[in-house]
Each structure stands twice: as C-alpha cells, then as structure tokens.
C-alpha cells in the first residue's frame, strides 16, 4: 500500500493497459480515477476496483483531444478524490498506412489522440502538482517512438514527440520534485491490435506494463525522472 491516500487519474483506463494499471495502483492503495472513452468500460473498471479490489474508485467519460473535458474530468476528480498526484497518459492510437495515402485528418486524428492529449493533460494537473511540489506523471510512448518503420508515420511521429516532451516537461519541473517519464512498450497483446493477423507469441500482456507503469510512481523510483524507460520482454517491433 506505498501509494496509500494518493489520488490517480488514467486515461484510457478501461481496457488493455488502461485497465490493469488502474487496478495494480489500487491495489497500491491510491484512490482511482478512471477516465474513458467508452462510458461501460470506465464504469466496468471502476466497479471491479470497488467490488473485487476494494478500493476508491470514479468512472469518467470523454474524450482526450477535448480541453473541455479534460478540465472537467480533473475538476470532477478533485471534488470526489482529492487533488491529483499522479497521471498516467494512456490513452492511444494506431493506424497503419502507407504516408502518401493518408488523408490530413487521418494524420490529425493520431497526432491529437497521442500527444495533444497528453499535454491536454498535463497541462491540467500540473499547476496544483507545482503547488504541492509533488507529482508523477507518465506517459505512453512505444518503442516506436525511438525509430523508424514502414506504414506508420503519423504513429511513430506522435510516439516520438510523446518521448521528447517527456524528457523535456521531467527537466522543466525537477525544481518542483515532479517526475515525468514515459514507457516505451514492445508488442503487446491488447484490444488495439486484435485486428492485426500475426504471430503473437512473445508478445507482452497488459499487467507486464501495469507492473512498470506503477512502480515508476512508487516512492523508491524517486530517482527516476526526465528519462525513458523500453518495457520490451522478449518481443521485437513488429512489422505488420
């Protein structure tokens, strides 16, 4: 119970990663706010975490690229949790195709989900965590976001630019003892990629990546900030 009385907010906390890491961290104690997309999954998550974990938890539903519902979701967290001391930026998308046939929108699409979104986010909690002089954030990249590959430059873009404004906010508020890190996870078996017909062995599992999600935010990471760290198992980046 390291992160007893500690309020979380996760995004995209209603499946997949989401969903484990938002149970793993009420198991650590922290009370959990649970913010989705899709209205039965976020309730889902929060009942089990009521029901079966016993913990504190709040469904929220919205959309990431919305600075509206972003900022409505933290208000509605404080006022049923308490103020927020740690973020997790989840909340992502793929799309595979060829750069030359994406459309403008297809390209926004991937761009406002992965990295508008997560300094949406940020940008919401960060003014109470500088108050307090406590805080972690952390945010999703992939090992996608530190090299190239075919039929997937809008994604590999926002992972990069999620990768570098990591490192670039954990410098920014050192000063404030807030620590910012992202995770750069391998293939990993999760609703995002059950439309893709490959060869899943090796592949990580959710709670791999709830495992080092959360203990970024444990109190013996203190030392860990401005970095990245590549949560990869035994897969390799796949080519689909």
């Known amino acids: 119970m390291e992160l007893k009385d500690k309020v979380a907010l996760v995004t995209g906390g209603g499946r997949g990663i989401g969903r484990e890491t938002c149970i793993l961290l009420a198991k650590q104690g922290a009370k959990v706010a649970v913010f989705s997309d899709n209205e039965s999954e976020g309730k889902e998550t929060a009942s089990y975490i009521s029901d079966v974990v016993g913990g504190e938890a709040i469904a929220l539903t919205g959309d990431v690229r919305s600075e509206e519902d972003i900022n409505q979701a933290v208000q509605t967290t404080e006022e049923s949790l308490g103020s927020i001391d740690i973020l997790i930026n ?91 890190n992202a995770v750069c996870p391998g293939p990993v078996n999760t609703k995002m990629m059950d439309d893709f017909d490959v060869n899943k062995d090796n592949w990580l599992h959710p709670i791999d990546l709830a495992n080092v999600i959360v203990d970024l935010c444990l109190p013996k990471s203190a030392a860990v900030t401005a970095t990245a760290i590549e949560a990869f198992g035994y897969g390799r980046p796949v080519n689909l």
């Open 90 to 180: 989840n909340a992502g998308v793929m799309l595979l195709k060829p750069f030359h046939e994406m459309t403008v929108e297809e390209w926004d699409f991937v761009q406002d989900i992965n990295i508008r979104g997560v300094y949406l986010c940020s940008r919401a909690v960060v003014p109470q965590m500088i108050e307090k002089r406590h805080g972690v954030i952390i945010n999703l990249s992939s090992i996608w976001g530190t090299k190239g590959g075919p039929d997937r430059s809008a994604y590999i873009a926002s992972k990069y630019a999620c990768l570098g404004f990591s490192k670039a906010l954990g410098e920014e508020l050192k000063p404030y003892k807030i620590r910012v």
